[in-house]
């Protein structure tokens, strides 16, 4: 089964999101910006989620995590629970 491991930010709004995702590709760390904004617990561990397969997380996320190129911010993804950016870390099949 396929497995990936992702971490992500999550905000309230979509504006935050792109601001945040604008810091990131100009240097800034995703694991500071997240310890620093996300409102998800994951947060306080630089947003890892640890590994997890398809069906373990939002639809939104399954959309993007088992797609996007590895090692690239993706996002702003909305979900019920506010406006992410993801980051592939690493996927297997």
Known sequence: ??????????????TQCNEIKAQIESGADFVAQAKQHSKCPSGQQGGDLGEFG???MVPEFDAVVFSAPLNEVQGPVQTQFGYHLLEVISRTE
């Open 54 to 56: 398809p069906g373990m």
């Open 1 to 14: 089964m396929t497995k990936a491991t992702a971490r992500h930010l999550l905000v309230e709004t979509e």
